[in-house]
């Protein structure tokens, strides 16, 4: 059961505090998970999500790392990789006139891939497949009819509760994704993935910095402050020999 606290009854106009929601602990709830519903409750991007009808607070990480480097333009073709729930793929479509709501402007490509269903994203186009699996790429030009221009992942692999292996692992992940995009990029893609901060990325980088003409890491406010997330953007692909 949850409860508000931090302003009194009636209060109204500028100047209002925002009300704290407080949980109450249940039978059978874990400390943690108290924390996380809190957490979740109190969060402003979530309530926005709620309002503006996006499927998750993360599209805001998008929208705000693509208000700095501004990939996402009208006619752009996006592969976003781990596409649920479909917060990511609402914001690349907007973004990339993938749905026609702007008359006179190139209209974009949108494909998702993810291992499990996603509900169905007006202007996208979604597949169930492993991305992972031999022959992948060729699967993503033939749907796309060509290359991208972006390739996004927002993936990460399921928390163990030892800090050091989660970044492995979703350094693994990023460097398959990397991989993808390498495969399926047209010359000048962007691709932009997220990793947690750690010192395993040396290679990643490296790598990303040979076949990119820039590479940086970029927090967005939406990351939640005490996440240890951050993401990798690459600009500027340049395809060079295996």
Request: glycine share 10%.
């Amino acid at each position: 059961m949850a409860r508000r606290s931090g302003g009194g009854a009636g209060s109204s106009g500028r100047g209002r505090r925002e009300l704290a929601v407080r949980v109450k602990t249940a039978r059978g709830r874990k400390l943690s998970s108290t924390r996380w519903l809190e957490r979740q409750l109190n969060d402003p991007y979530v309530a926005r999500a709620k309002v503006e009808g996006f499927r998750s607070r993360a599209a805001y990480k998008l929208i705000e790392i693509d208000d700095k480097v501004r990939i996402l333009r009208p006619g752009a073709r996006v592969v976003d990789l781990g596409s649920a729930p479909g917060g990511w793929l609402q914001v690349a479509v907007a973004r990339t006139n993938a749905d026609r709501r702007q008359p006179g402007r190139p209209v974009g490509r949108v494909l998702g891939i993810d291992l499990q269903p996603v509900d169905p994203v007006a202007g996208a186009e979604v597949h169930e497949l492993d991305f992972l699996a031999e022959g992948a790429d060729a699967a993503v030009r033939d749907w796309l009819a060509g290359e991208a221009d972006v390739v996004l992942s927002d993936m990460a692999a399921a928390a163990s509760g030892h800090p050091p292996t989660d970044h492995l692992r979703i350094i693994a992940l990023c460097e398959a994704a990397a991989e993808l995009a390498r495969d399926v990029l047209s010359p000048g893609g962007a691709f932009v993935a997220k990793v947690l901060r750690g010192g395993a990325e040396g290679e990643l980088l490296a790598a990303l910095k040979r076949d990119f003409a820039k590479v940086r890491h970029i927090k967005p406010p939406a990351s939640r402050s005490d996440s240890a997330e951050t993401y990798l953007v690459a600009t500027g692909f340049r395809r060079t020999p295996a």
